[in-house]
């Protein structure tokens, strides 16, 4: 009986086993489906309203693309690929948008198709001022370093690492190592070539003589076109902190999509870059039998003659394939130290915002104090004050009062800097704030004999999408500066003026002292008073005010002369009707 059942025992065993695997497969199945979801609910927690309700309205996000910027995007039998797309794919699963690929274009058309809000997004960009002018950035999620290349050749002795006094370098047209390059190596012309391929193709053939491009675009061609004859060489110094730019008219997109890719870790970020970064092993070589016809003599000289062959193929192998693990193993580590670096500044960031808060709450206890007192001094009817001692106690009270706001500026600066500071951006009529910005400053205004102006026609009817009380922060600071650098009896004037399509501009004008050429270059950097010490002020008003309207979506600029004053103008966006 116990022999019978032993098979049957057996066969409910293995019948067991098969649906443990079974079971394991769908549950890794169903874990596989399920964390992107369980990453996208975590994302949709940290969402603000305003967040989740600009997803709502904008289901589709338009993306920019090009067929020649591998490896990050190009296109492969009809079909856009790349690291971008990927990114693009993990964004969209955390996110809940759906990023379209438009039509491919060239890279300087596309800068600019962002600008003019044909397209909203554009991927694996370099902040740079120029571009900022164009559209906003994100915070960058992968570096890749700029390499030079030169040809490999009999003519060339020995490898040159370094460029040689007066030697022309090729980059591609519009990227950012352009600019680099002209700047740190003033004594070698730049030329340019349309795109990355154009580039490499002119070095393979001897057109140029030396090249600087990514590595990662460097050995994603010379791997997919079979360009052998070119080598990298070292490294010129820059690199591709890349991000994503997006359109300056969406800055609640850009606060979403840095949030997104804050949820892709380093580990997984990584294995993105090593899909595309990393080129496959080297190909083996293919050797064909040398026929023999004559003798045992020839035989023997036939392969001697593939043997040296095969062996020179090997060398040169090797040595490309050395070169290229050194390389990727740099780039590696450099991936590596970005991510620890960035997360290192978020933390230093949160504790610098931890220590001003702690810092503010500890001084602002004392000094609303020493206010207080003040204030009860020079009321108090049964012991009145003399002139002298009302004169200090007024001193007492300025001193306060400047100390306070400095305690502002700072903690809104540290704010602005570690992007904790929420603002919320909706139709905004001028008549919301300009009337109380004005009465602010009246007094300071009449102090200086100043004319105070206000030619803004019907500000009821000018609308522009900007958080009111950062707006109203902005202008009051533009119009103390305007009082406080100004002539006595002179004017002070709050405008409009003409402005594109699509955005309205606010112009703070003075008849003051104006700036230096010099001074305007110096002008947005924090805690330079440009030389003017008589006056009262932190050094970092402007840096604020720059951030905040950045913050808006808009722009400021300023335009100034010595003899007749200063103008600064804010451009922001047209609030719809």
Same mark, same amino acid.
């Given at each position: ?28 199945? *169903? ?37 020649? =910027? ?61 571009? +900022? ?7 960058? =999620? ?42 740190? =190596? ?48 070292? #490294?010129?110094?820059?690199? =591709? ?6 359109? +300056? ?14 949820? *892709? ?20 070589? #293919?050797? +064909? ?177 900007? #958080? ?110």
């Amino acid at each position: 009986m116990t022999t019978q059942a032993m098979p049957w025992t057996a066969q409910r065993c293995a019948a067991g086993c098969r649906l443990a695997v079974r079971v394991c497969g769908v549950l890794l199945t *169903i874990w596989a489906i399920a964390l992107p979801v369980l990453a996208a609910s975590t994302l949709a927690a940290s969402l603000t309203e305003e967040e989740r309700a600009w997803i709502a309205q904008h289901p589709v996000v338009r993306v920019a693309s090009s067929a020649d =910027y591998g490896p990050f995007t190009f296109v492969e039998d009809g079909v856009v690929r790349g690291m971008s797309i990927d990114y693009l794919q993990r964004l969209q699963q955390l996110t809940g948008i759906e990023f379209k690929t438009e039509e491919p274009a060239s890279f300087p058309v596309n800068l600019q198709r962002v600008s003019h809000g044909e397209v909203d997004v554009m991927m694996s960009l370099r902040d740079t001022p120029e571009r +900022r002018k164009l559209m906003s950035f994100t915070r960058p =999620y992968v570096s890749v370093p700029a390499v030079l290349l030169r040809r490999r050749g009999a003519a060339q002795a020995a490898v040159l690492e370094e460029l040689r006094a007066g030697e022309t370098v090729a980059v591609s047209a519009g990227y950012a190592v352009g600019a680099f390059m002209e700047e740190r =190596y003033p004594d070698n012309p730049v030329s340019t070539r349309p795109n990355d391929k154009a580039l490499l193709l002119a070095l393979a053939s001897g057109e140029v003589d030396a090249a600087v491009m990514d590595l990662a675009g460097a050995t994603h061609l010379m791997r997919t076109q079979g360009i052998g004859n070119v080598h990298i060489v070292g #490294d010129v110094g820059f690199s =591709y902190d890349q991000g994503i730019g997006y359109r +300056r008219d969406w800055p609640v997109l850009g606060r979403i999509l840095d949030k997104a890719l804050a949820r *892709i870790d380093a580990q997984e970020r990584q294995s993105i870059s090593d899909r595309w970064f990393l080129p496959p092993a080297a190909a083996g070589v #293919d050797v +064909r039998w040398v026929s023999w016809g004559g003798g045992l003599l020839a035989l023997l000289l036939g392969g001697l003659a593939v043997v040296i062959g095969l062996n020179r193929v090997l060398r040169r192998k090797v040595a490309m394939r050395t070169e290229q693990l050194r390389a990727e193993l740099a780039e590696r580590l450099r991936l590596q130290g970005a991510d620890q670096a960035r997360a290192l500044a978020e933390e230093a960031n949160a504790a610098k915002v931890r220590f001003l808060s702690q810092a503010s709450h500890e001084l602002r206890n004392p000094l609303n104090a020493v206010s207080g007192f003040a204030q009860l001094m020079a009321m108090d009817p049964t012991r009145p004050l003399d002139d002298v001692q009302r004169g200090r106690l007024q001193h007492i009270q300025h001193a306060v009062k400047q100390q306070l706001a400095l305690i502002d500026d700072m903690m809104s600066f540290s704010r602005l800097e570690s992007g904790t500071l929420t603002l919320t951006v909706r139709s905004t009529a001028l008549q919301e704030v300009l009337p109380h910005c004005l009465a602010l400053v009246e007094p300071a205004a009449k102090a200086k004999a100043l004319e105070l102006r206000c030619a803004v026609d019907e500000p009821a009817n000018v609308k522009v999408m900007a #958080d009111p009380l950062r707006l109203e922060q902005v202008l009051h600071n533009l119009l103390s500066n305007a009082i406080k650098y100004n002539r006595q009896g002179g004017w002070v004037e709050v405008r409009t003026a003409p402005a594109d399509n699509g955005t309205v501009r606010l112009e703070v004008a003075d008849g003051g002292l104006g700036l230096t050429p010099d001074q305007q270059k110096q002008l947005f950097q924090p805690f330079n008073r440009l030389g003017r010490t008589e006056q009262e002020g932190t050094g970092i008003g402007l840096v604020i005010c720059k951030q905040l309207v950045e913050r808006m979506g808009g722009v400021i600029d300023v335009a100034s002369d010595p003899s007749r004053g200063t103008v600064f103008g804010l451009n922001l966006a047209s609030a719809p009707a």
